[in-house]
């Protein structure tokens, strides 16, 4: 009890009334949490999507959310614990990682609503949203065939992991649909969590690839893709962007961006609330989960056709009709070698 | 000889050192506008107020002695092992061969097994650089640190391409069967009467790693093998003189030392995570530096400094957890207080040695 109290009084301390009521009010009142991944808040992409629908739920509502960014993996149980403890509910956690960690946690808190991105666990209080990111890479992969003059297009991921080649096996298959003697070129920036952050490095790759030809090149790689948009701007050729809309980076110089909208897994979490369904939830091109942008920034670089196209693709994989492969089905890709 | 009585050495230099972090870190935590006082009382209830911060204090602390020792033993023969990182992702490598694919019929028996394969795995990762330091030259400092990256690359190559299980995202191991995962302290300390937090990871690695203080000590102080470390560490010409092989003494202490750091798997990969994920032992590898700068390379004062570092990572996750003061910050925080002990050691000692020499001076 000692425990409990020495939190309210820091608690109302560092969060102010709001966050004191919730301690004594236990149950009754109870505020969502969001807990982001080692990647950090502000990487330009998946974590900074999950706080923009978390800020844009605190807009509309009023209401106010808890958040961590977690600086060690023990901190995963730790966190989700010491939330669930606290009354938080729902609680959202942004990526694959915390799998493991709920999977532990979630039976021991029937009460209390998770909510895992990225990730399928299997418990009566979890929602998992896992995204069709192939589909959305191969509309993507469409667009850089049509714009690219050499045939050659390119792809570079962050760390070397199944989710990240699911990414460039959807896009390569888009590129050879559209030309099926186009060239693509796939290089992952690293092997270690590093890879997410490390812009020089995709820099130097982007320009590794231009020297093969390439003049489209798609980043896959959270905060390394700065860098890789950054050098596809300085080197005139064509870049897009992942995850947020990052057309605006580089004006009339980022093709489009594969949107993946963790903000609205984030946001319909939250609104949902304590009483959130839980579940199996797939988000793809048929209910908005994934897609392509375009705004101002990109108008000028694609045409009439080229959107004509792609959004037929869009209809027929929404409808079922075009099946997009998708590598972690069964860990290889028809059209792309690793 | 010495300038500075015994107790101003061991008590006085650190203590100052922590208090001028305290200092800055308080001021950091200031100009962000948030109170450092409570932000203390925050760490220290959270890391010490209850046995669930000290099991987590104490978790991560069985992770620093581990990592600290195997750099401390190196360091008495005057190798600088930076590579504790790498070889404790290969013991974790070990410790996840062992309890994958063994049936272990009692969890004694795994944690046993476990290290053994996990400090088998560390010593071949520190062995290589120190053949190659031995016999070819090549500086330990570089050679380590680059094979950090070796045992990352071959880490994500095994996890992601062979350990994975099917269908599974997570670059990981799958779940280690129940009948190695080793008690923790709640289990341990249940039967006679105390009741330890159930959340918490410590786990019966803590008193391997206590266990390995001593011995340690035991090594160093009081066997000829450790006399003649420290005596190839103090000067190797006149070891060399005194018929004492670099080459031996070079590859014991590395094959000593990957094999601390290794076994340290047995602690976050055995006892906590339970499976093998790629980024296992986050920096605690590095950590071990520290520790063992702080503690001056003696066992005991690596205990104490591994408890202190693990006081100020649960401390950090408790100011993460319920204040507003970004993660960034608290790596500040961290930092300063391993940029104070570690590498500032002598701003603070040479004054002090100052101080005592002119006192002594008085005297006479």
């Given at each position: 009890m000692k425990l409990g109290e020495t939190f309210m009084t820091l608690m109302q301390k560092f969060l102010g009334a709001a966050a004191g009521m919730a301690l004594t009010a236990g149950a009754a009142y109870a505020e969502p949490a969001l807990i982001f991944d080692l990647g950090g808040k502000f990487d330009k992409s998946f974590n900074e999507s999950a706080f923009n629908g978390a800020q844009r739920w605190a807009e509309e509502t009023g209401g106010s959310f808890r958040e961590i960014e977690l600086q060690s993996e023990a901190q995963r149980e730790q966190a989700l614990r010491r939330f669930a403890e606290a009354g938080a509910n729902p609680i959202v956690m942004a990526g694959f990682a915390f799998a493991d960690a709920l999977g532990q946690v979630a039976a021991d808190y029937p009460d209390t609503k998770f909510t895992i991105i990225d990730m399928v666990v299997d418990?009566?209080?979890?929602?998992?949203?896992?995204?069709?990111?192939?589909?959305?890479?191969?509309?993507?992969?469409?667009?850089?065939?049509?714009?690219?003059?050499?045939?050659?297009?390119?792809?570079?991921?962050?760390?070397?992991?199944?989710?990240?080649?699911?990414?460039?096996?959807?896009?390569?298959?888009?590129?050879?649909?559209?030309?099926?003697?186009?060239?693509?070129?796939?290089?992952?920036?690293?092997?270690?969590?590093?890879?997410?952050?490390?812009?020089?490095?995709?820099?130097?790759?982007?320009?590794?690839?231009?020297?093969?030809?390439?003049?489209?090149?798609?980043?896959?790689?959270?905060?390394?893709?700065?860098?890789?948009?950054?050098?596809?701007?300085?080197?005139?050729?064509?870049?897009?962007?992942?995850?947020?809309?990052?057309?605006?980076?580089?004006?009339?110089?980022?093709?489009?961006?594969?949107l993946k909208r963790v903000d609205n897994a984030v946001y319909t979490a939250f609104t949902d609330g304590v009483d959130m369904e839980t579940g199996f939830n797939v988000m793809g091109l048929a209910n908005g989960g994934v897609g392509y942008a375009m705004d101002d920034n990109n108008a000028s670089l694609v045409n009439a056709d080229m959107q004509a196209a792609v959004d037929a693709a869009a209809a027929k994989i929404a409808s079922g009709e075009l099946a997009v492969h998708n590598y972690m089905d069964d860990d290889s890709c028809p059209a792309l070698t690793f | 000889?010495?300038?500075?009585?015994?107790?101003?050495?061991?008590?006085?230099?650190?203590?100052?050192?922590?208090?001028?972090?305290?200092?800055?870190?308080?001021?950091?935590?200031?100009?962000?506008?948030?109170?450092?006082?409570?932000?203390?009382?925050?760490?220290?209830?959270?890391?010490?107020?209850?046995?669930?911060?000290?099991?987590?204090?104490?978790?991560?602390?069985?992770?620093?002695?581990?990592?600290?020792?195997?750099?401390?033993?190196?360091?008495?023969?005057?190798?600088?092992?930076?590579?504790?990182?790498?070889?404790?992702?290969?013991?974790?490598?070990?410790?996840?061969?062992?309890?994958?694919?063994?049936?272990?019929?009692?969890?004694?028996?795994?944690?046993?097994?476990?290290?053994?394969?996990?400090?088998?795995?560390?010593?071949?990762?520190?062995?290589?650089?120190?053949?190659?330091?031995?016999?070819?030259?090549?500086?330990?400092?570089?050679?380590?640190?680059?094979?950090?990256?070796?045992?990352?690359?071959?880490?994500?190559?095994?996890?992601?391409?062979?350990?994975?299980?099917?269908?599974?995202?997570?670059?990981?191991?799958?779940?280690?069967?129940?009948?190695?995962?080793?008690?923790?302290?709640?289990?341990?300390?249940?039967?006679?009467?105390?009741?330890?937090?159930?959340?918490?990871?410590?786990?019966?690695?803590?008193?391997?790693?206590?266990?390995?203080?001593?011995?340690?000590?035991?090594?160093?102080?009081?066997?000829?093998?450790?006399?003649?470390?420290?005596?190839?560490?103090?000067?190797?010409?006149?070891?060399?003189?005194?018929?004492?092989?670099?080459l031996k003494i070079t590859m014991i202490a590395m094959i000593i030392s990957g094999g601390l750091a290794g076994m340290m798997a047995i602690n976050n990969v055995m006892g906590e995570a339970e499976r093998l994920v790629l980024n296992s032992t986050e920096g605690a590898g590095f950590i071990g530096i520290a520790v063992a700068l702080m503690g001056r390379s003696h066992p005991l004062g690596v205990f104490i400094a591994a408890i202190l570092f693990g006081f100020l990572y649960q401390g950090g996750a408790e100011l993460a957890l319920w204040t507003t003061i970004p993660r960034e910050l608290i790596v500040v925080i961290q930092a300063l207080v391993i940029l104070f002990t570690g590498a500032l050691d002598n701003m603070v000692r040479m004054p002090l040695e100052r101080l005592f020499i002119a006192l002594n001076g008085k005297k006479a």
């Amino acid at each position: 009890m000692k425990l409990g109290e020495t939190f309210m009084t820091l608690m109302q301390k560092f969060l102010g009334a709001a966050a004191g009521m919730a301690l004594t009010a236990g149950a009754a009142y109870a505020e969502p949490a969001l807990i982001f991944d080692l990647g950090g808040k502000f990487d330009k992409s998946f974590n900074e999507s999950a706080f923009n629908g978390a800020q844009r739920w605190a807009e509309e509502t009023g209401g106010s959310f808890r958040e961590i960014e977690l600086q060690s993996e023990a901190q995963r149980e730790q966190a989700l614990r010491r939330f669930a403890e606290a009354g938080a509910n729902p609680i959202v956690m942004a990526g694959f990682a915390f799998a493991d960690a709920l999977g532990q946690v979630a039976a021991d808190y029937p009460d209390t609503k998770f909510t895992i991105i990225d990730m399928v666990v299997d418990a009566p209080n979890v929602r998992s949203v896992v995204f069709n990111e192939h589909e959305g890479s191969y509309l993507v992969g469409m667009m850089a065939a049509q714009a690219s003059a050499s045939g050659t297009v390119s792809f570079i991921g962050g760390m070397d992991i199944p989710l990240i080649r699911k990414f460039a096996c959807g896009y390569a298959q888009g590129a050879k649909a559209v030309n099926p003697d186009a060239t693509v070129i796939a290089n992952m920036t690293g092997t270690t969590p590093s890879a997410w952050n490390d812009p020089v490095k995709g820099s130097e790759l982007t320009k590794a690839q231009i020297s093969q030809g390439s003049d489209v090149v798609f980043a896959a790689a959270g905060g390394t893709g700065v860098g890789v948009l950054q050098t596809a701007a300085d080197e005139s050729i064509l870049s897009i962007g992942v995850d947020s809309n990052q057309n605006y980076l580089h004006p009339g110089k980022v093709l489009t961006s594969m949107l993946k909208r963790v903000d609205n897994a984030v946001y319909t979490a939250f609104t949902d609330g304590v009483d959130m369904e839980t579940g199996f939830n797939v988000m793809g091109l048929a209910n908005g989960g994934v897609g392509y942008a375009m705004d101002d920034n990109n108008a000028s670089l694609v045409n009439a056709d080229m959107q004509a196209a792609v959004d037929a693709a869009a209809a027929k994989i929404a409808s079922g009709e075009l099946a997009v492969h998708n590598y972690m089905d069964d860990d290889s890709c028809p059209a792309l070698t690793f | 000889m010495d300038v500075m009585p015994k107790w101003a050495e061991v008590v006085l230099v650190p203590l100052i050192s922590l208090l001028l972090a305290a200092i800055l870190s308080a001021l950091v935590i200031l100009a962000i506008g948030e109170d450092p006082v409570a932000a203390v009382k925050l760490m220290v209830d959270g890391a010490l107020g209850s046995t669930y911060g000290w099991g987590y204090t104490l978790y991560y602390a069985t992770n620093f002695m581990f990592t600290g020792l195997a750099v401390s033993i190196a360091f008495h023969a005057r190798l600088f092992n930076i590579g504790g990182e790498g070889q404790a992702m290969l013991g974790g490598l070990g410790v996840a061969l062992a309890c994958l694919y063994i049936p272990w019929p009692h969890w004694s028996l795994a944690l046993l097994g476990a290290m053994v394969l996990a400090g088998a795995f560390g010593a071949i990762w520190a062995a290589i650089p120190a053949y190659l330091q031995a016999k070819r030259g090549s500086h330990i400092v570089i050679t380590t640190i680059m094979f950090n990256f070796i045992a990352a690359a071959l880490l994500n190559y095994v996890l992601v391409n062979l350990l994975r299980p099917k269908g599974s995202m997570d670059p990981a191991t799958a779940r280690f069967p129940e009948a190695v995962n080793l008690p923790t302290l709640h289990d341990i300390l249940a039967p006679i009467g105390i009741s330890f937090s159930k959340a918490a990871p410590a786990n019966v690695s803590l008193i391997v790693a206590v266990l390995a203080c001593f011995l340690l000590w035991v090594l160093i102080w009081r066997t000829q093998l450790g006399y003649e470390i420290r005596a190839y560490g103090h000067s190797d010409s006149a070891a060399k003189y005194a018929g004492i092989s670099p080459l031996k003494i070079t590859m014991i202490a590395m094959i000593i030392s990957g094999g601390l750091a290794g076994m340290m798997a047995i602690n976050n990969v055995m006892g906590e995570a339970e499976r093998l994920v790629l980024n296992s032992t986050e920096g605690a590898g590095f950590i071990g530096i520290a520790v063992a700068l702080m503690g001056r390379s003696h066992p005991l004062g690596v205990f104490i400094a591994a408890i202190l570092f693990g006081f100020l990572y649960q401390g950090g996750a408790e100011l993460a957890l319920w204040t507003t003061i970004p993660r960034e910050l608290i790596v500040v925080i961290q930092a300063l207080v391993i940029l104070f002990t570690g590498a500032l050691d002598n701003m603070v000692r040479m004054p002090l040695e100052r101080l005592f020499i002119a006192l002594n001076g008085k005297k006479a």
